[in-house]
């Protein structure tokens, strides 16, 4: 029976390069994402039409009983998930506290936390039971920096970092490989940067930094490290790593204003 990769969150971005990417080594590549079925139809098109074997499943991840349904349905139609990208941003925009609405902020969470806490309480035990599998948590900058108006996603970040340490801490000698992998650099993502710019501002700055300057993270190039680390030999694991662009300051770098 093929091995599963199911991707939480897979726009044009990281989500999907990764599917693409589990899908060229073997996985079939369940691709869940909250709309856009056209974009889901492409992105298993282009990956059957290579070779591979993939699905799309619309998932609003905020709903409740939704993880849980779509990890039970894979589980059930595909196969076994031996890989879980968990690929869903909580990013609500630069915001001061006056204009962090509840509801907002509990997006956040949602997003950042509740969701991947969900999909490893039932995905975990049944990892459990068949000897291993991996957890790969994509995450931001804001889960160890909160920047000035930055409250609901660095709570969001942060909260998701830890409970990754938590996972870790309890799955671990499971043999169920959890990483938390910190994006340290803008992404040339249509479906997160490309919406938050605007077609005109994202434009110019691929002009500016991507084109064959690699000054843009290049999705595909993210996949193939999500890809190596899912397959670590256990006396090696990496749980926390970080990737930016080589001209890129790292967080821990950057100046503080005094």
């Known amino acids: 029976m093929t091995d599963v990769c199911m991707v939480v969150g897979a726009g044009a971005g990281i989500g999907g390069h990764v599917g693409k990417r589990f899908a060229e080594g073997g996985y079939h590549a369940a691709l869940c994402r909250r709309s856009d079925q056209d974009g889901l139809d492409r992105m298993v098109a282009e990956i059957t039409a290579s070779g591979g074997s993939a699905s799309g499943h619309l998932l609003n991840a905020v709903e409740d009983g939704s993880i849980e349904e779509a990890i039970a349905q894979i589980e059930a139609e595909v196969g076994p998930i031996k890989t879980l990208v968990y690929n869903l941003g909580a990013q609500v925009g630069n915001r001061p506290l006056a204009d962090t609405h509840h509801k907002m902020f509990e997006m956040g ?11 490893a309480k039932i995905l975990m035990p049944l990892m459990e039971k068949r000897g291993g599998g991996t957890f790969l948590v994509t995450s931001a900058t804001a889960a160890v920096r909160g920047n000035n108006g930055q409250h609901s996603h660095a709570a969001a970040m942060a909260g998701r970092r830890m409970l990754c340490q938590t996972l870790n801490a309890e799955f671990a ?14 992404v040339n993502a249509p479906d997160t940067l490309g919406k938050l710019l605007g077609p005109e501002r994202f434009a110019k700055l691929l002009e500016a930094k991507a084109h064959g300057k690699d000054e843009l993270m290049e999705p595909s190039a993210i996949a193939d490290t999500y890809f190596h680390i899912a397959h670590q030999h256990r006396s090696a694991w990496t749980f926390e790593l970080d990737m930016r662009t080589f001209s890129d300051t790292a967080w821990w770098n950057h100046p503080v204003d005094l």
């Open 173 to 186: 000698p499971k043999n169920i490989h959890v990483v938390h992998i910190l994006i340290d650099s803008a």
């Open 109 to 119: 969470w949602r997003l950042g936390t509740y969701g991947l806490f969900r999909a």
